[in-house]
């Protein structure tokens, strides 16, 4: 009879042991699971909530310093976060060249510091553009701004720019400038290296700069460089 109960209590308890060890193995597989899709739904409300977003609540404003050039220049010194930032967004919207449009969005905007992409949400540049009775679109942004002339010279104009609401309006916007015609006849659809893509748009004469090409490609490599792009 003991001998008897003795079986059953350790036969019970290899059973508890059992059942503990499953029990563990269940919480485990839930807390992985679970922790999986929190990091998932994450990464995708963050980058929707980007969209959303002005370019002064992504770079906010204690990220800007007052350079010690002759014209004070404001800068982002978190100009890194800004880069993956736009990469990962054009990757979300499954722009085939990211490396390109992150680099050729902080080189225009001066990673979010500058006047147009403050008060206009405006990174890549954009300028204002006319209605069909030809007229300007009442949602413009003016501002002073350095360009190349075609001898080489710099010079200071003020021009009109397109104002957004946010980063998704201005990266709509973006498409609808990169999209015209005389882009796709420079190459910008059939581009196939990041090289190819920013060629295409500077022929198309979306920059006055004679380095463009170089500086963008310049900036790539370095990026690349610091493991931005992954």
């Known amino acids: 009879g003991v001998t008897s109960f003795l079986l059953v209590e350790i036969w019970l308890d290899l059973e508890r042991i059992k059942l503990t060890q499953r029990y563990d193995q269940i919480i485990k597989a839930l807390t992985i699971f679970f922790f999986l899709i929190s990091v998932f739904t994450e990464k995708d409300t963050t980058l929707d909530n980007l969209g959303n977003r002005t370019i002064a609540e992504i770079v906010p404003h204690e990220h800007l310093y007052t350079d010690s050039d002759q014209e004070q220049t404001l800068r982002n010194k978190q100009y890194r976060d800004f880069v993956r930032a736009i990469y990962q967004y054009a990757i979300s919207k499954e722009h085939p060249f990211p490396e390109a449009v992150a680099v ?23 300028k204002a553009r006319k209605n069909e009775e030809g007229n300007l679109i009442p949602n413009i942004y003016r501002a002073k701004t350095k360009e190349e002339s075609k001898d080489g010279t710099e010079e200071y104009l003020y021009q009109n720019f397109e104002a957004f609401k946010n980063l998704e309006e201005n990266w709509i916007g973006y498409m609808r400038v990169i999209n015209r015609e005389h882009y796709i006849r420079k190459g910008v659809k059939t581009a196939s290296t990041n090289k190819e893509y920013i060629t295409a748009l500077k022929r198309g004469g979306y920059a006055t700069e004679d380095e463009y090409i170089n500086h963008i490609m310049r900036n790539i490599k370095k990026f690349k460089e610091f493991g931005l792009f992954q």
């Open 104 to 126: 050729q969005a902080g080189y225009e905007s001066r990673y979010g510091a500058s006047e147009i992409a403050r008060n206009a949400n405006n990174i890549f540049g954009i």
